[in-house]
């Protein structure tokens, strides 16, 4: 009673030809990570405080927002580059303005707090964040580094434990996961920042995991059915374990959705990416990653000593 799974996404002897659509898959990949890549230079990504530098303060009003006002008392300050926008409720206002000397911020913080509380009396400041120019361009150097530093120890970790057939073909599926997710990111403007680089690691890490699934099961079936076509062979992989698959990436897309539509303007962004990570990633496990090991490991992967007897033939 137990022993068996109380939901199933598709059935036990589920058998897909997934292989059929190879082809197109890699096309359309091919097509979105280019087009990814143009909006990554143009239009370009909206860089957030951490990266941009610069002061955001958040600021709830005592009523709806008067931005002409607000403008109007920090024009007064000799703060006339600041850009005022509304989010939420009318009386959430969002004030960023552009990095300046690092010794001058918390000076121009104070500034900032003093003209938005005479604009309107009885405003009150939420948050008040400050990132000088020289720190940002440190944390963007470091946060581009985190990502090239997790994409090699990804390619060592499965270099080691599989052929050099499954490390490439992953390593090449998660370069454009990752060109993807850049480009939805520009597509949506959400601000790219430090949360981000940590959603974008948090993808990378789940996709890896669903990929060695795969390649685990496909190794597997190496060893068992010798004789078997690699089409065939890499098929039943995808069908045997794809019930594992749709759970773990349904699961984690639950826990995110939340997030995404009442995580607020601080966790949205984060969420939203972690949504579009996770089905990207689920299906490049399926229809990148296994075609291009399919094409790289025929006539190529080892093979186990002895074959084992086909599905069909153990249904026989």
């Known amino acids: 009673m137990f022993g068996r799974p109380l939901l199933r996404f598709v059935r036990k002897d589920t058998q897909i030809n997934f292989m059929r659509g190879r082809y197109m898959g890699l096309i359309v990949s091919a097509v979105l990570s280019i087009a990814s890549i143009i909006l990554f230079f143009h239009p370009g990504l909206t860089l957030g405080l951490d990266f941009r530098g610069g002061i955001v303060v958040e600021a709830k009003t005592s009523g709806p927002a008067d931005f002409a006002k607000l403008r109007s008392a920090l024009a007064a300050q000799h703060i006339s580059h600041a850009?005022?926008?509304?989010?939420?409720?009318?009386?959430?206002?969002?004030?960023?303005?552009?990095?300046?000397?690092?010794?001058?911020?918390?000076?121009?913080?104070?500034?900032?707090?003093?003209?938005?509380?005479?604009a309107q009396p009885g405003t009150t400041i939420l948050r008040a964040d400050a990132v000088g120019a020289s720190v940002s361009a440190e944390l963007f150097r470091?946060?581009?580094?985190?990502?090239?530093l997790s994409l090699a120890m990804i390619l060592v970790y499965i270099w080691f434990r599989f052929e050099w057939e499954f490390a490439l073909s992953a390593v090449i599926t998660l370069v454009l996961d990752l060109t993807k997710t850049m480009g939805f990111l520009v597509i949506t403007g959400f601000e790219f920042d430090l949360v981000m680089v940590a959603a974008i690691l948090t993808i990378l890490g789940y996709s890896t995991n669903d990929k060695v699934v795969v390649y685990?099961?496909?190794?597997?079936?190496?060893?068992?059915?010798?004789?078997?076509?690699?089409?065939?062979?890499?098929?039943?992989?995808?069908?045997?374990?794809?019930?594992?698959?749709?759970?773990?990436?349904?699961t984690v897309f639950l826990a995110a959705l939340p997030l995404a539509l009442w995580g607020g303007a601080t966790l949205s962004g984060f969420a939203w990416t972690m949504l579009f990570g996770i089905v990207v990633g689920t299906s490049s496990s399926i229809f990148i990653a296994a075609p291009l090991l399919l094409?790289?490991?025929?006539?190529?992967?080892?093979?186990?000593a002895k074959a084992g007897p086909t599905p069909a033939q153990q249904k026989s």
């Not at 509304?86 to 913080?109: E, K």
């Open 295 to 304: 094409f790289m490991g025929e006539g190529r992967l080892k093979r186990g």
């Open 142 to 148: 470091n946060g581009m580094l985190a990502l090239g």
């Open 83 to 118: 850009s005022l926008q509304a989010f939420g409720a009318p009386d959430d206002v969002l004030i960023r303005l552009d990095a300046g000397d690092d010794q001058n911020t918390d000076a121009v913080v104070d500034t900032v707090r003093r003209a938005v509380t005479e």
């Open 216 to 250: 685990d099961r496909v190794r597997e079936n190496l060893r068992k059915y010798r004789t078997m076509p690699l089409m065939d062979l890499i098929n039943l992989s995808i069908n045997e374990t794809l019930n594992r698959t749709l759970g773990t990436s349904s």
